[in-house]
Nanobody, 121 residues
Framework: QVQLVESGGGLVQPGGSLRLSCTAS????????MGWYRQALGKERELVGFITSGGATNYANSVKGRFTISRDNAKSTVYLQMNSLKIEDTADYYC???????????????WGQGTQVTVSS
């Protein structure tokens, strides 16, 4: 079984920074694209951005220039560096990953449990 475990959420003032981490654990062959989603209270879950196994990234327009996604393949970990945080960034942040359980198998999609980020003065 594969688990995605997030950490790093918390309370931060507007303009501040936070770094989220998400590590895949369990028995698997490879971790492919990893990404971050967020869901604010009363709103639908939305894509924040993702990073491929080769390091290519893509971001939502709302976070471009402020958020950076990186990964450490050796640790099966993806990071979300959030700078210049705004009140509207307040949400539960979820890690997402496509994981191949064995060689040649189609990657399956997994979600983390979520970590809360609150931006408030």
């Amino acid at each position: 079984q594969v688990q995605l475990v997030e950490s790093g959420g918390g309370l931060v003032q507007p303009g501040g920074s936070l770094r989220l981490s998400c590590t895949a654990s369990g028995s698997f062959f490879s971790v492919n694209t990893m990404g971050w989603y967020r869901q604010a209270l009363g709103k639908e879950r939305e894509l924040v951005g993702f990073i491929t196994s080769g390091g290519a990234t893509n971001y939502a327009n709302s976070v471009k220039g402020r958020f950076t996604i990186s990964r450490d393949n050796a640790k099966s970990t993806v990071y979300l560096q959030m700078n210049s945080l705004k009140i509207e960034d307040t949400a539960d942040y979820y890690c997402n990953a496509f994981v191949a359980l064995s060689f040649g198998r189609v990657p399956q999609n997994y979600w983390g449990q979520g970590t809360q980020v609150t931006v408030s003065s």
